[in-house]
């Protein structure tokens, strides 16, 4: 019994089977979590080193090359990347995708273990961040204050970020640019000298009396006591009273030798809010799988709970809240797809003129859409841009086995047949055939659910998602379908004893369609007696549109207006804090000047360094003589045409006129292009060579053709350039005689120029920093440094200019490299050119212009790099596709030959492509290459249906030449519904203009364009390819 055959025999079951679906399916959808984009990992692991203190050389000897090493032996490891810079080393460990980044984290912990006893002393613990869409913080928060700023930092930490992680959902909250409070011993160095007292000395003192040790237990009748020594510091005083020496029978305590005062730390970075309040960022993570937009809004309504709790001078709001963008593109796909839904409503109506009909087909859209839902739970997934990109993508195809079985049924019906009967004979007429077109498109989005690297990102919950979709809907269609049809369809006499009230619209649309079809056989007659000539015609098509393509530009990920504006400032190296803060109130003048203030919401603008260089391993910029200056903007439907790109524009040019910034880049600054690509630019060019002055001679040569590439923006090196320094040059003989080694010198001046941390100091559950330091007026004074004092290991205090001398220098403030090779990377943004096009007028200048040294290469990386790795696996999948649906239609058909004329079709979907995207002026992207691989397996269903139903008549003996028209015009019906329902189904996300739309717009124009043509052109030339093959083959069988 067939399938068919049973579910109407069977209408209870079958109706209780799907009901159970869609009740699954509900609670599912309630389940779900949403987010931006499906939970991933990119396979790289990076270990963060603070060594403070340090210069880039001296973090690139001591810390970043012996963790290079060590991480390069790891195994499935493709790359190792480092930076090191002034106080940090990030080295980042590039794995091959699919590999298990939890066993590479163990491994990469157990190699740290290995390395740790190569590292300096004053080296922190290596610490090791993976990357995660996790890691894109969900909400952005402003702090500002006024005179509670000193106690600023206390008050995030205690108060605000403690609040939210504790918020259901919330992975964690941190913040940058606070104040943190320190127990600062400001020495007096004549003093200390005076006592025969060095800095790491007292350090080791304040250390060995801040103590809090357990000694035991005491066992004492029936009773067991712990034994514990309390020794830490309760107080400041405790501490100014600490015995430090004696001096000639009388203690010296350490308030003798040193101001000890609980203040401020002194600041790495700086953080201004709205009209230049200063203030924190807080930024907040969700955990793994949570629902971002839920998170957002608990942290929403916690805001008003914890401003209640805080000073009435420190204020919240928030700067950037990802779940706007989320909620506005979802909302726009899900327009999209409800849009969609009534196109293929009114589609169906018109083509089958009974309600009733229409109301069966339409039921395989909700019935695909919860089985799409059921599957995201059971797969721990959730609905992002990408799930309900893939839902509108289908809404349009899931229909077209039901359109087929109903328009068959409806066929039958009206040539005399009772329902009951018609459903069941009319579905077994065109089942395989609405099973082999099921399976070509199963054999194209299947594969491409394997699809690996960041492309995979993308497409892998696609490829599943539509798999799914679509077996449900052949399953609906033979299935629900019937038995519906054999229920509610009426017989041709209860329908003429009945009309429908709409039965004048469907009179017109019926004659619209009969002359339609009249027309369609005229044109089909004439090229099946016009062969050569439909031929000729058909491939004149075809080559013309194929040299389109030289003329169609690539880019890898389509950019998005997220409504974030963000300026990257680089002043001159040695630049300090303030200084780089006041031009960034210059820089943020500008932006306020550009942009209306009824279009911006919230300003700010960091400057300097990260306290812990997690910046450094997203590819930010951070240093004393950088600022990164941000803006958030209104909703891009409520700014019309004012976009981030046309904003960047004119900011930029305002910002080259400011004399005192060396480098700049604006855009929209995003989160996701951090986890992606490392925050690379589009544009990436990396020169290797182990000489620096050699190297950055033809990094800066490439620099300046970059800059003048049209579409190429904010062409940068990334060599920030050299530091002044002073050299401490050691006289080794002299200090051997006094008794000194290197290590005890550069101990003694660490502790004089930058400080020494000697203990932290507990109160109420927080830790502070006991740190030891020269005042600022001798540190910072060349003539101090001279006069150093060094102890000897005979206890005799030296001062340091009688076994050294000092020469000034330069040194790089920053050294990056890539497989252990020094590297220089010149970026660049992009905009008003498509990537390919700037990448391949780059390299023909460079080319033409640059002779390379023979120790100096030039490679191409960044989304370049990912864009050709993407594109190469996806032709491969395009092959493969194609191949696959060869394959199996010829299992369908039992022949070579006929899924060979239906192939024809496919040529003339790329003829479409051509000419959608020159037209619509969109390169081809990462998205725009889905829908072609997308479309091999749509198009060729058209084909299936005409060649299927040929076979049929020609089985009941109709001549060849009446078995291909006849088959075309009973066939055209069918064909075009389908072919309406899916282009029109996608035809909204073709054309949508709002927030998130930019991603899956190509993927929209590129089906709308290419079934169209494909389309019209299949319904003759591959009727008329049949027939020269099955004439030839007649004619060699007859000489036979």
Do not use: C
Not at 1 to 10: G, Q, T
């Amino acid at each position: 019994m067939s399938l068919p055959s049973a579910s109407v025999n069977k209408p209870i079951t079958t109706a209780m089977i799907f009901t159970g679906i869609l009740i699954f399916g509900i609670f599912a959808f309630t389940q779900l979590a949403i987010d931006l984009l499906p939970v991933f990992e990119p396979p790289a692991i990076s270990v963060i080193t603070l060594y403070p203190g340090a210069g880039a050389e001296d973090v690139e000897l001591k810390v970043s090359k012996p963790i290079e090493e060590r991480l390069s032996t790891v195994s499935n490891v493709t790359r190792v990347t480092s930076s090191s810079k002034d106080n940090i080393s990030a080295v980042t460990a590039t794995f091959a995708w699919g590999t298990n980044l939890d066993e590479a984290s163990n491994n990469i912990r157990d190699v740290l273990e290995q390395v740790k006893p190569l590292l300096p002393t004053d080296a922190e613990r290596p610490m090791i961040f993976k990357f995660s869409s996790s890691n894109i913080p969900v909400v952005m928060l402003g702090v500002t204050a006024e005179e509670s700023y000193p106690a600023l930092g206390r008050i995030v930490s205690d108060q605000i970020t403690d609040a939210l992680t504790r918020l259901p959902g919330v992975g964690t909250a941190y913040s940058v640019g606070g104040p943190e409070r320190e127990f600062l011993v400001r020495v007096d160095p004549s003093r200390l000298q005076a006592y025969g007292l060095t800095i790491p000395q007292l350090a080791a003192v304040i250390g060995a009396e801040n103590i809090t040790m357990p000694a035991g237990q005491l066992k004492l009748g029936r009773g067991q006591y712990n034994v514990r020594v309390p020794a830490e510091f309760g107080s400041i005083e405790e501490l100014r009273n600490v015995v430090v020496s004696q001096s000639r029978g009388s203690l010296v305590y350490l308030k003798d030798v040193a101001q000890v005062q609980d203040t401020l730390a002194e600041q790495t970075s700086m953080v201004r809010l709205g009209g230049g309040k200063r203030g924190a960022i807080v930024f907040v993570l969700k955990q793994s799988g949570t629902n971002s937009v839920q998170v957002a809004n608990e942290v929403r309504q916690q805001l008003d709970k914890i401003q209640t709790t805080l000073p009435s001078d420190v204020k919240l709001s928030i700067l950037f809240d990802t779940s706007d963008y989320i909620k506005a593109s979802l909302a726009e796909l899900s327009r999209a797809l409800v849009y969609g839904a009534i196109f293929v409503v009114l589609v169906v109506a018109a083509f089958l003129r009974r309600l009733r009909g229409s109301l069966i087909i339409i039921l395989t859209i909700p019935v695909s859409l919860v089985v799409a839902f059921i599957y995201l739970y059971v797969s721990g997934n959730t609905i992002n841009i990408i799930s309900l990109s893939s839902l509108a993508i289908a809404v349009g195809m899931v229909v077209d086995d039901a359109i087929v079985i109903l328009e068959n049924i409806t066929r039958h019906i009206e040539e005399g047949e009772k329902p009951k009967t018609a459903a069941v004979v009319a579905s077994n007429e065109v089942g395989l055939a609405v099973m082999a077109s099921t399976l070509t498109i199963v054999a194209v989005f299947l594969p491409i659910a394997f699809v690996s690297g960041i492309a995979g990102i993308f497409v892998k919950q696609l490829g599943f998602l539509v798999t799914f979709m679509i077996v449900t809907s052949l399953f609906a269609a033979l299935s629900l379908s019937p038995m519906l049809a054999s229920k509610l369809l009426r017989s041709r006499e209860e329908e003429q004893a009945h009309p429908s009230r709409f039965q004048k619209l469907f009179d017109i649309s019926e004659q619209i369609f009969r002359k339609v079809e009249s027309g369609y056989g005229d044109l089909l007659t004439w090229a099946l007696h016009h062969k050569g000539a439909t031929v000729a015609i058909a491939a004149a098509i075809f080559l013309s549109s194929a040299m389109l393509f030289m003329f169609i530009g690539t880019e890898f990920i389509p950019s998005g207006d997220t409504g974030s504006l963000q300026a990257v400032i680089e002043l001159p190296v040695g630049t300090n804090v303030d200084s780089t803060t006041s031009v960034a109130f210059r820089v943020q003048d500008i932006m306020k000047e550009e942009v209306p203030p009824q279009y911006r919401r919230e300003l700010y603008f960091r400057v300097g360094q990260s306290e812990k260089g997690f910046a450094t391993v997203t590819g930010q910029k951070e240093g004393p003589n950088i600022a990164t200056v941000g803006m958030r903007l209104v909703p891009l439907d409520e700014r019309g045409d004012l976009t981030v790109a046309r904003l960047s524009e004119r900011i930029r040019k305002r910002i080259a006129q400011i004399p005192a910034i060396v480098k700049f880049d604006v855009g929209g600054g995003t989160d996701l292009n951090a986890v992606l690509f490392g925050g690379a630019k589009p544009l990436q060019i990396e020169i290797y060579g182990e000489s620096m002055d050699k190297t950055l001679g033809i990094a800066e040569r490439v620099r300046r053709i970059v800059a003048e590439t049209p579409g190429a923006m904010d062409a940068s090196v990334s060599w920030g350039g050299d530091a002044p320094e002073f050299r401490i040059v050691l006289d080794r003989n002299q200090m051997t005689s006094l008794g000194l080694n290197a290590s005890m010198v550069a101990a003694a001046i660490r502790s004089s120029v930058y400080g020494l941390k000697a203990s932290e100091f507990r109160e109420v559950g927080q830790e502070y920093d006991i740190f030891i330091q020269v005042p600022p007026g001798l540190r910072n004074n060349v003539d101090y440094l001279k006069t150093i004092p060094v102890k000897s290991m005979t206890g005799q205090i030296v001062p340091l200019q009688n076994f050294s001398h000092i020469e000034e220098g330069f040194a790089p403030i920053e050294i990056q490299h890539k497989n252990k090779q020094r590297v220089i990377y010149v970026g660049a943004n992009i905009q008003g050119r498509a990537l390919g096009d700037v990448i391949n007028d780059v390299q023909r200048k460079i080319r033409e212009t640059i002779d390379l040294p023979p120790d100096v290469q030039i490679k191409y990386g960044g989304q370049a790099e990912e864009q050709s790795s993407a594109f190469r696996d996806l032709l491969r999948f395009l092959v493969l596709s194609i191949i696959l649906v060869y394959m199996v239609m010829a299992a369908q058909f039992e022949s070579l030959l006929d899924p060979f004329v239906i192939m024809f079709s496919v040529p003339f979907a790329f003829t479409g492509i051509a000419w959608a995207l020159l037209i619509t002026g969109t390169p081809l992207s990462l998205t725009a290459f889905i829908g072609m691989i997308l479309l091999i397996g749509i198009v060729v269903k058209n084909g299936i249906v005409l060649v299927d139903y040929t076979n049929i008549l020609r089985a009941r003996r109709y001549p060849l030449f009446d078995a291909v028209v006849q088959a075309g015009k009973n066939r055209l019906r069918p064909v075009l519904m389908t072919s309406f329902t899916t282009v029109l189904g996608n035809l909204p996300l073709a054309l949508s203009k709002a927030e998130g739309s930019e991603f899956w717009k190509p993927l929209g124009i590129v089906v709308v364009g290419g079934l169209t043509v494909s389309t019209l052109v299949t319904l003759v030339i591959v009727p008329t390819v049949y027939s020269i093959f099955e004439a030839r083959a007649k004619r060699g069988i007859n000489r036979k």
